[in-house]
């Protein structure tokens, strides 16, 4: 077994290599570099730079582009959330004193069209003759929350990207309660479901898209989050309890995803052999662990992670979670770097591999607050070769006819469709003797719950933090330079360029292009 690994944070590493750069070009330390990306607001008005900038199919609809028109009053027009607020709310907070200068040039201009690399990021929209002629789309719109940081970034971005209203509006929300009953205890479940629904029915209520009413959410009316929980002091001593007898699990839906997945495959069922690469915090890991262990021919799960204190802070969870310890014992622990996790020494390979790889976690904004602050797109492209790395393992380490389900809690491509690609083309040019293929989303999974396709065109940027001014016609947040291939980064000397960032990598890639089985 390989020597004990302690300290290997990836993520960790991709953010220090941000600042170690910006080091060796500025000679500024980097820890004031942090302190300024993080006191300027910098890291929201990136983000939204970022996404806004992107081709349609991201992180917006093709509506949000066609329909979304602007003149200046995006936010103003905007229903305001916070009670007892004027509509101008703390205007400002998060932006350095360049910015609000130019949010005030900007008030009562129309929106402007942004060229993407030789097509338009969203078509060109028709000037307001009159002002009744404005459009509906404003007083439509969710309310935005104007104390909230990005809203605050927003605000100063909403005439060139009046496509994000809708994200900024979902990011800047609460992260809403929801709960997944666990597999193991049908009478315990079946008690505290009714209960949820004779006490606690216009708090929280199963999804509509799930039939076997195992995911529960809190109401949109409710604004009850995890956060808060504590305003119902009688539901959140019921969850307590029923976290801690095996009831219940409280686990985000975008964590349940991958296991369903696997599940809904046929890959992952009872008595089969389960991989988690990377496994902490182990909600994916107790809920694969649910499914194979639950049968009479008692599967097992490997719980793999790089970092030992995750892989700890893993048991204790297992250990606090009410399942049985004949089932927790189905459990083996290992502590691999995920790119190069051995093949078990009997050879046979696994029946399933969850692989939800270190990310940027700009998807997780809503329950982490430490993410926009500090946010550029270093980060993600730091960590896409190791991505491709561990997805490449994990397809050699798996089966022939089974299924790995990547994922990530990014929502950039250069995270996800671009490690895809890689990670297929690398396989390819290794001449192995299997062959993989794209699979769709499972029919019958979750009916009516709201997906978006897989894409094949993005934007791949790079952010210089030498480059920071307090003059207003140039910025003062440093400089996102989009490149259009890998040639064009290299002959702008950004080293840390991959040619696999690119979606011309993905054309052969794409599901609806793979063969049918």
Same mark, same amino acid.
């Given at each position: 077994?390989?020597?004990?690994?302690?300290?290997?944070?990836?993520?960790?590493?991709?953010?220090?290599?941000?600042?170690?750069?910006?080091?060796?070009?500025?000679?500024?330390?980097?820890?004031?570099?942090?302190?300024?990306?993080?006191?300027?607001?910098?890291?929201?008005?990136?983000?939204?730079?970022?996404?806004?900038?992107?081709?349609?199919?991201?992180?917006?609809?093709?509506?949000?582009?066609?329909?979304?028109?602007?003149?200046?009053?995006?936010?103003?027009?905007?229903?305001?959330?916070?009670?007892?607020?004027?509509?101008?709310?703390?205007?400002?907070?998060?932006?350095?004193?360049?910015?609000?200068?130019?949010? *005030?040039?900007?008030?009562? =201009?129309? $929106?402007?069209?942004?060229?993407?690399? !030789?097509? +338009? @990021?969203?078509? &060109?929209?028709? #000037?307001? *003759?009159?002002?009744?002629? =404005?459009? $509906?789309?404003?007083?439509?719109?969710? !309310?935005? +929350? @104007?104390?909230? &940081?990005?809203? #605050?970034?927003?605000?100063?971005?909403?005439?060139?990207?009046?496509?994000?209203?809708?994200?900024?509006?979902?990011?800047?929300? &609460?992260?809403?309660?929801?709960?997944?009953?666990?597999?193991?205890?049908?009478?315990?479940?079946?008690?505290?479901?009714?209960?949820?629904?004779?006490?606690?029915?216009?708090?929280?209520?199963?999804?509509?898209?799930?039939?076997?009413?195992?995911?529960?959410?809190?109401?949109?009316?409710?604004?009850?989050?995890?956060?808060?929980?504590?305003?119902?002091?009688?539901?959140?001593?019921?969850?307590?309890?029923?976290?801690?007898?095996?009831?219940?699990?409280?686990?985000?839906?975008?964590?349940?995803?991958?296991?369903?997945?696997?599940?809904?495959?046929?890959?992952?069922?009872?008595?089969?052999?389960?991989?988690?690469?990377?496994?902490?915090?182990?909600?994916?890991?107790?809920?694969?662990?649910?499914?194979?262990?639950?049968?009479?021919?008692?599967?097992?799960?490997?719980?793999?992670?790089?970092?030992?204190?995750?892989?700890?802070?893993?048991?204790?969870?297992?250990?606090?979670?009410?399942?049985?310890?004949?089932?927790?014992?189905?459990?083996?622990?290992?502590?691999?770097?995920?790119?190069?996790?051995?093949?078990?020494?009997?050879?046979?390979?696994?029946?399933?591999?969850?692989?939800?790889?270190?990310?940027?976690?700009?998807?997780?904004?809503?329950?982490?607050?430490?993410?926009?602050?500090?946010?550029?797109?270093?980060?993600?492209?730091?960590?896409?070769?190791?991505?491709?790395?561990?997805?490449?393992?994990?397809?050699?380490?798996?089966?022939?006819?089974?299924?790995?389900?990547?994922?990530?809690?990014?929502?950039?491509?250069?995270?996800?469709?671009?490690?895809?690609?890689?990670?297929?083309?690398?396989?390819?040019?290794?001449?192995?003797?299997?062959?993989?293929?794209?699979?769709?989303?499972?029919?019958?999974?979750?009916?009516?719950?709201?997906?978006?396709?897989?894409?094949?065109?993005?934007?791949?940027?790079?952010?210089?933090?030498?480059?920071?001014?307090?003059?207003?016609?140039?910025?003062?947040?440093?400089?996102?330079?989009?490149?259009?291939?890998?040639?064009?980064?290299?002959?702008?000397?950004?080293?840390?360029?991959?040619?696999?960032?690119?979606?011309?990598?993905?054309?052969?890639?794409?599901?609806?292009?793979?063969?049918?089985?």
């Amino acid at each position: 077994m390989p020597k004990r690994q302690r300290n290997n944070n990836p993520l960790q590493q991709a953010r220090k290599g941000s600042s170690d750069k910006a080091d060796g070009k500025t000679g500024v330390n980097s820890k004031a570099k942090d302190l300024w990306h993080r006191k300027s607001g910098a890291g929201y008005h990136l983000f939204l730079s970022y996404y806004g900038s992107q081709p349609a199919g991201v992180v917006a609809c093709f509506d949000d582009f066609a329909t979304t028109a602007n003149n200046g009053s995006t936010i103003s027009s905007l229903e305001v959330r916070k009670k007892g607020c004027d509509g101008g709310g703390n205007q400002g907070q998060g932006m350095s004193r360049a910015a609000k200068k130019r949010r *005030q040039k900007k008030k009562g =201009k129309t $929106s402007v069209v942004v060229s993407c690399d !030789g097509c +338009d @990021v969203f078509e &060109p929209m028709q #000037q307001q *003759q009159e002002e009744d002629d =404005k459009p $509906s789309n404003a007083s439509t719109q969710p !309310g935005l +929350d @104007v104390s909230h &940081p990005l809203v #605050q970034a927003f605000k100063s971005q909403s005439n060139t990207y009046p496509h994000l209203v809708k994200l900024v509006g979902a990011l800047s929300s &609460p992260l809403p309660l929801t709960l997944r009953f666990r597999k193991t205890n049908a009478a315990s479940s079946s008690e505290v479901k009714e209960e949820l629904k004779k006490q606690y029915s216009t708090l929280i209520l199963p999804v509509s898209y799930d039939p076997s009413n195992s995911i529960y959410q809190s109401t949109p009316t409710s604004s009850l989050s995890k956060s808060n929980l504590r305003l119902s002091p009688h539901l959140k001593e019921l969850v307590v309890e029923s976290s801690m007898n095996g009831t219940l699990a409280r686990q985000e839906l975008g964590s349940m995803l991958p296991v369903l997945t696997l599940h809904a495959t046929g890959a992952m069922k009872g008595g089969s052999k389960v991989l988690d690469l990377c496994a902490s915090p182990g909600s994916k890991t107790m809920q694969a662990l649910e499914i194979v262990a639950s049968s009479a021919k008692k599967g097992r799960v490997i719980a793999n992670d790089v970092h030992s204190g995750r892989l700890d802070s893993l048991r204790e969870a297992l250990g606090r979670s009410g399942l049985e310890d004949e089932m927790t014992a189905r459990v083996t622990y290992t502590n691999y770097d995920a790119s190069v996790f051995p093949l078990p020494k009997s050879g046979k390979l696994f029946d399933a591999i969850i692989c939800d790889v270190p990310c940027s976690g700009d998807g997780t904004i809503r329950k982490d607050k430490h993410i926009l602050p500090m946010w550029t797109p270093h980060t993600g492209n730091e960590l896409h070769s190791l991505q491709a790395k561990i997805l490449v393992r994990a397809l050699e380490l798996v089966k022939v006819g089974v299924v790995v389900c990547y994922s990530t809690c990014s929502l950039n491509p250069v995270e996800d469709e671009a490690v895809v690609a890689s990670a297929l083309t690398t396989l390819k040019t290794k001449q192995t003797s299997a062959e993989f293929q794209l699979m769709e989303w499972p029919e019958g999974l979750l009916p009516g719950f709201v997906r978006r396709p897989g894409i094949t065109n993005w934007r791949v940027a790079f952010y210089d933090q030498s480059y920071v001014t307090e003059d207003e016609d140039t910025g003062d947040f440093g400089n996102l330079t989009f490149c259009k291939d890998y040639e064009e980064a290299t002959e702008k000397g950004l080293d840390d360029a991959q040619p696999t960032f690119w979606c011309d990598a993905t054309n052969n890639k794409h599901v609806e292009d793979q063969p049918a089985e």
